[in-house]
Every structure is written in structure tokens, then in C-alpha cells.
């Protein structure tokens, strides 16, 4: 790094022509983007923050334009992660049918499974409530539509590093045919798996890959994200129950409910165009290029927030 810092320094005065002005510009650029890498390393020192994660991704309150907005969401995450050079694949995705004057295609529910170093630690803080405001692209009469959806990042982790403990007996496993693309090989063949928790209820399927096993283990490893997903909410529950008893005891009288109020961010494209986060007050009005992936300064504002 060091090296690298003198040897622009060095260039920087031997400057004579504008091939080796861009040039230099170019070797800053990179050596900029080295050093934000680093920054944000030195943060991210949590548990599972070094991790690979799974992004999983359900419409909310909206009908049919929150499974627009869900489609809309999982496309974003995946300009990121081609950005980042990060690997990604999607595990499932719940489709509806075509609709709007382009046949748009919205999702259920989807789960992104994202391979890289520090991934879950740069991306965990997407989790919660996205909400869009913009002319409904379904609506005949072009009105202005607010959908919601929500958004969970879980580290991706294995039976041998999951905090959780799997009894055998609690899963119940079956296999169908994949209706996916894939080819006749898994078309054909029983190769999707679909585990069930049965204590929760929690199910987790998969059949993007050719073989069972392969299927079974994905499967797997989203159902130890879901619990784990689970727990933490659980567990934040009984800090909020805590909280509200003690505000009881001393008759402070207020309630806080989830509701509109609820959402991290916000995306309006009408009547004017802005991205805000909630949270750290960051605002954006380029909107396509956030949805086209440009979240650099969202989650760069997030690692400050933890110093």
C-alpha cells in the first residue's frame, strides 16, 4: 500500500502529456477504492461480519407493485454485487404472473445467496423495511403508489459453524421436480429439496442446482439463516417487551407500534426524485443509479455509524 501511494507521488510530478494525466487519475482511482476497502475492514469486526450472506427478499404492504418493488430490490442487490465482484446466485424466488402495459414479472419472496470476504458485515444493515413511492406502472388511471418491502441479511452459515443445533428429527425433507430452468436433467428428475422445521414451521427449499444433495445442502444452509433470522427477532421482541414494561412502571404512557413510520429507507421517484436513509439522514437524488446499484454511500454511512 505504501509502495503504491509513492509511486503515484512519484509519477504526479513527472505528468507530461494527458495520456499520462489519465493514467495517473486512473491508478488513484483504484488505489482510492483500495484504501475504502480497508477502512471499512477495520470496522467490521463482529462475529460473522467476515462472512458470506444471504439476502432474503418478501413484497410487503402494495399488491402487485410491492412484488414489482421486490423484483426491483433483488435486481439492485445483484448490480452491487457484479460491482463488488461478488458471486451470486439466486437460492429460490416465489414468481407472479406478467402484468402492465410491459408484462412485468414481480417476486413473492426471493433469497440471494452472496459469496465474498466481509460481505454480510457491509450488507447486514439493508435489513428492514424498503418503501417506493412513484406512479404505479399498473395502474390505468397513473396513480401514485406506496408498496413496501422487506429485506433480511443472515451471515451464510454452515451445520458446522451455525450457533444452532439441528435435530433430524425436527426437519421434514422431500424432494420434487425442479420447475425452474436447469435443462431436462432437472426438469425431469426429483432434484429440488424443501426442508421443514417442524418446531417453527420455517421452510426452505432449493432447486437451482442439477443434484439433490447439492439442493439439500443449500436448502440447509437457508434454513439455518431463517432460524437464526428468527432468533434475533425473538430476542429483540423480549428488549422491546422489556422496554415497554419499564416505560409502564414509570407512566410514561407511549406506545410505539410497526407501521408506515417503520421503514430504513425511502425511494421516491414521484412527484420529485430522492433516495433517503432513515438512519443515517443520507440522501441521493440520483435514484437510477442507486437502483441500478450504486449503494456505496448508504452502506459507507453505516460503518461511520458504528464508530
Request: proline fraction near 2%; charged fraction near 30%; hydrophobic fraction near 35%.
Amino acid at each position: 500500500m505504501k509502495k503504491s501511494t509513492d509511486d503515484l507521488k512519484e509519477l504526479a510530478g513527472y505528468l507530461a502529456s494527458e495520456e499520462e494525466e489519465k493514467d495517473f487519475f486512473q491508478e488513484l482511482a483504484l488505489l482510492k477504492a483500495v484504501f475504502r476497502r480497508q477502512i471499512q475492514k477495520l470496522f467490521l469486526t463482529g462475529k460473522y461480519d467476515s462472512c458470506s450472506a444471504i439476502i432474503v427478499i418478501q413484497a410487503g404492504a402494495g399488491g402487485r407493485d410491492a412484488e414489482d418493488w421486490a423484483a426491483m430490490l433483488l435486481r439492485m442487490y445483484q448490480k452491487y454485487c457484479e460491482e463488488k465482484k461478488w458471486l451470486c446466485k439466486i437460492l429460490s424466488q416465489g414468481l407472479t404472473e406478467g402484468g402492465g402495459p410491459e408484462g412485468r414479472i414481480g417476486i413473492k419472496e426471493a433469497a440471494l445467496s452472496i459469496k465474498g470476504d466481509f460481505v454480510y458485515g457491509l450488507l447486514k444493515k439493508e435489513t428492514g423495511v424498503h418503501r417506493l413511492v412513484r406512479i404505479s406502472p399498473f395502474s390505468a388511471k397513473k396513480l401514485r403508489q406506496t408498496s413496501f418491502a422487506q429485506v433480511e441479511v443472515a451471515p451464510q452459515l454452515s451445520d458446522k459453524t451455525s450457533p444452532l443445533n439441528l435435530r433430524q428429527d425436527d426437519l421434514k425433507i422431500e424432494t420434487f421436480r425442479a420447475a425452474g430452468h436447469g435443462g431436462q436433467n432437472v426438469n425431469k428428475r426429483e432434484t429440488a429439496v424443501r426442508l421443514t422445521h417442524l418446531p417453527t414451521g420455517l421452510i426452505a427449499s432449493s432447486q437451482i442446482e442439477r443434484t439433490q444433495i447439492m439442493n439439500k445442502k443449500i436448502a440447509m444452509n437457508f434454513l439455518l439463516v431463517k432460524l437464526a433470522a428468527l432468533q434475533e427477532a425473538q430476542k429483540q421482541q423480549e428488549m422491546q417487551d422489556e422496554k415497554s414494561k419499564m416505560r409502564q412502571k414509570i407512566g410514561s404512557g407511549k406506545k410505539r407500534t410497526a407501521d408506515f413510520g417503520q421503514q430504513i429507507r425511502s425511494y421516491i421517484l414521484h412527484p420529485y426524485k430522492l433516495v433517503k436513509d432513515h438512519r443515517t439522514q443520507v440522501s441521493v437524488s440520483d435514484t437510477e443509479a442507486v437502483l441500478n446499484g450504486d449503494l456505496e454511500q448508504f452502506i459507507e454511512a453505516e460503518i461511520k455509524c458504528l464508530v
